[in-house]
């Protein structure tokens, strides 16, 4: 499933990003690498979705939510 | 090393690591804030003596990583190779050291001295995680010390700390490991780098590991000096992908975090779990619905604190500085017996540009200290979360709407205002359409023509301009997204700060830097500019220089060569003085109003002083209520103020300032040709010209789009 899909409060790991090197370098350099873990800390349809990776609370667009696939947990 | 006078430490670390914090207790007052060549980002340097021994920092842009996909990595990692630190201080936020290890980690792989400071030591412990900072020291095979900005004792700590360790410069022995088809990569293109590596002083494992991550900086390197070729990477990389189901960046990266997370476990032990207060204001900052009140709160504050109060100190500033280089300028010219055309040109062109410039100061630094607050307290990007679906509708990140609301103010503080979005292709969109939010001077021009023509309905007219404008604005928006500037949007992914109080000292002194800067950046063109426009006004073909005679001057020729164009927007050939007020314009847009006044006045009118109703009557005589109207959608569209040109010139670049000054002229025309014909003057010619015009400027800039870079504008 896609990021955006998963609902707040629930945790998540990365599977594949699907995005160019500039894309995929934003979220390697704020520790969303395949294998990492999410959490949605906040998540509606009127904006962006902001997670926690690795203690840091990361805000990230619906737009790029879409182009990350994660297994949930 | 300690024999050297000077010792240069490199601050490096995430942002929010409370880098700055730390920086400004070892250095004090004592800093230099300016820019790196040619980017926008910021140079921070400061100075302290410890021990008879005196020590430069520079203090790096925050950033996550090393691999430059943006301006601040970039500044980063080229001032780290370039050598010019003898040490490079890292610095990491306890509470979050999994990710900021991250950066630790390829500091280390690029093998120059490195030390690491542990910051926030208090926080992480009232987050309920204990560090064991030897046995990080250990794995990492560098210098580790724990430090609290907060704690005084801790400032003399680190001082020792870094005496002791600049006169090691240690370099820490620790290789990263990768998988075997990596490792074997580098063995076999390594060898080849080594006499590369050696002339540009990097390390060469380093080097080799930055080709197989496609690096375009040594990639470049390595394939202009014939090293290896093209093909060869390519096909070598390619075969790699295929193993590892995976590109070997994102394996390098993957080993990486997989190093720092690994010794994270091992250093780090949460004792209790507590939720951090900033969740809690952000259930109702961030709230889907309470949020936008809160937005357009803070908003309002902004533009009360930005344009209000800095109203008020403009009039002292203006009156000031006219005293001193216009007036006092003027009369000490006089005195030593310069000629009155020499004087004139001193104190009432370039005296004039310096009054104006001074006159911009107080917005601007208003402006920049509401922006610092908002960044350094945090809620910056907390409006940027709540602006993003409703920005993203013109492909603009939510942080672009601060600039619009200061733009309503003042056009010049809210192109600077920019500055906070992060790449060009955003800051170009929003400076576009920053000057259709009507700022403060144009209202006065409103003002005065809806009370002369639309007595009853004033605050209609004025409130029916401002709609115009935004939605030409967004209209104008859409345009150059789809056709000037397409290309991927700016995705929003970024890091949600801690709340924190803003730091009093940090933020006066970046302030001060800021309008400093807009000073020598802005101000020479706009004092050129002013100067040009005395010599137009008081200079006539007929009898030669006479500033008081401003009917003859050139300025006029020019205003009644010029009328006819206006001819489309209800201006008569004998009503010059509009097209002149438009001139002038040029210089200030409340200066429209005074204009038309003195050259009412002169051709044996009464004057158009506002309170009269005698003189309203003027300028009923000149215009009909239609382009009376037309006149103002001019006046609210057409170029901006020399001085929000020149700051769109040097935040962008000339041709750019140039392009927008046009465009929005002739959108000028266009819009208010529109409404006169359509109202009144039913000219099918007319109203095809401006069709037409609109349908060549899409031509145009689609044209432009097409021969513009994309990637350029995105990094």
């Known amino acids: ?73 | 090393m300690s024999n050297k006078n000077n010792i240069t430490l490199a601050f490096t670390g995430n942002p929010n690591c409370g880098k700055s914090s730390l920086f400004n207790a070892l250095t004090g007052a004592k800093q230099q804030i300016g820019n790196w060549p040619g980017v926008t980002v910021e140079r921070v340097e400061g100075q302290y003596k410890y021990k008879e021994q005196n020590y430069n920092i520079v203090d790096l842009p925050g950033i996550y990583s090393l691999s430059p996909s943006s301006e601040d990595e970039k500044v980063s990692r080229d001032y780290v190779l370039s050598r010019k630190a003898d040490l490079v201080v890292n610095i990491l936020d306890s509470s979050n050291l999994a990710r900021n290890m991250y950066l630790t980690a390829q500091l280390i792989e690029m093998k120059v001295p490195v030390v690491v400071v542990l910051n926030m030591m208090d926080l992480a412990e009232s987050n309920g995680l204990q560090i064991d900072i030897e046995h990080l020291s250990a794995h990492l095979k560098c210098p580790v010390i724990g430090v609290s900005a907060t704690n005084q004792n801790d400032v003399p700590r680190l001082k020792d700390f870094l005496d002791v360790n600049t006169s090691q410069l240690p370099t820490s022995p620790t290789i990263l490991k990768y998988p075997n088809e990596i490792e074997n990569l580098v063995n076999k293109w390594m060898v080849s780098l080594e006499n590369k590596a050696r002339e540009l002083s990097i390390d060469s494992r380093w080097m080799t590991l930055r080709l197989i991550e496609e690096d375009q900086w040594i990639t470049s390197i390595v394939t202009d000096a014939e090293i290896l070729n093209k093909d060869e990477i390519t096909t070598e990389l390619k075969h790699i992908k295929q193993i590892l189901n995976e590109t070997a960046d994102m394996v390098i990266a993957d080993y990486v975090y997989g190093a720092v997370n690994g010794i994270n476990r091992e250093v780090v032990k949460r004792i209790k779990k507590v939720k951090p207060i900033s969740d809690i204001v952000d259930s109702v900052v961030m709230h889907p619905i309470l949020g936008v009140p809160i937005f357009f709160a803070v908003m309002m504050l902004v533009f009360f604190v930005t344009i209000e109060i800095g109203n008020y100190f403009v009039d002292w500033f203006d009156t000031l500085a006219g005293i001193v280089f216009v007036d006092g300028l003027g009369s000490l010219l006089t005195a030593v017996g310069a000629p009155e055309i020499v004087s004139f040109f001193i104190a009432d062109g370039i005296g004039a540009g310096i009054q104006m410039v001074i006159s911009f100061i107080p917005f601007v630094s208003f402006m920049f200290l509401m922006l610092s607050l908002l960044e350094d307290s945090g809620y910056m990007a907390r409006a940027a979360f709540v602006m993003d679906k409703f920005m993203g509708l013109l492909g603009l990140p939510g942080k672009a709407f601060v600039p619009m609301i200061v733009g309503f103010g003042c056009t010049v503080p809210a192109i600077l205002a920019t500055r906070t979005l992060d790449n060009k292709r955003d800051r170009m969109i929003t400076i576009f359409m920053v000057p259709m939010m009507s700022c403060g001077a144009r209202l006065p021009v409103y003002a005065l023509f809806a009370a002369a023509f639309f007595p009853t309905k004033t605050g209609l007219i004025v409130f029916s301009l401002y709609m115009v404008g935004i939605l030409v604005a967004v209209l104008s928006g859409f345009l150059v997204k789809v056709t000037m500037f397409r290309g991927e949007p700016s995705h929003l992914i970024m890091e949600l700060p801690r709340y924190h109080v803003p730091r009093a000292k940090h933020i006066l002194l970046h302030t001060w830097a800021r309008v400093l800067d807009f000073i020598r950046r802005a101000g020479q063109v706009i004092i050129i500019a002013v100067f040009i426009m005395s010599i137009f006004s008081s200079l006539s073909f007929g009898d030669g220089f006479n500033p008081d005679n401003v009917t003859e001057s050139i300025l006029a020729a020019a205003g009644r060569f010029a009328t006819p164009l206006f001819s489309s927007i209800g201006i008569s050939n004998d009503n010059w003085p509009a097209t002149v007020g438009l001139f002038t314009g040029f210089f200030a847009k409340e200066s429209v109003v005074g204009t038309l006044n003195a050259i009412y006045s002169q051709l044996g009118n009464i004057g158009i002083d506002s309170a009269s109703s005698a003189g309203l009557s003027v300028l009923k005589s000149y215009f009909s209520p239609a382009a009376a109207y037309a006149y103002l959608l001019f006046i609210l569209l057409y170029m901006p103020c020399v001085a929000a040109v020149s700051a769109a010139m040097k935040e962008i670049s000339v041709s750019f300032g140039l392009l927008q000054a046009l465009y929005l002229t002739v959108v000028a025309w266009i819009v208010s040709t529109l409404f006169y014909q359509l109202v009144e003057g039913h000219d099918p010619i007319y109203i095809g010209i401006a069709l037409g015009l609109a349908a060549l400027i899409i031509a145009i800039f689609t044209m432009i789009g097409k021969s513009l870079p994309k990637d350029e504008l995105t990094a």
């Open chain 1, 1 to 73: 499933m896609s990021l955006s899909e998963l609902e707040p409060g629930k945790c998540a790991i990365v599977e594949s990003i699907l995005g160019g090197k500039y894309l995929r370098q934003k979220l390697v350099n704020l520790g969303m690498i395949p294998g990492s873990e999410v959490r949605v800390i906040r998540a509606n349809k009127m904006g962006p979705m902001v997670l926690d990776v690795q203690g840091s609370q990361i805000m990230i667009g619906q737009g790029m939510a879409k182009r990350i696939n994660v297994k949930q947990k």
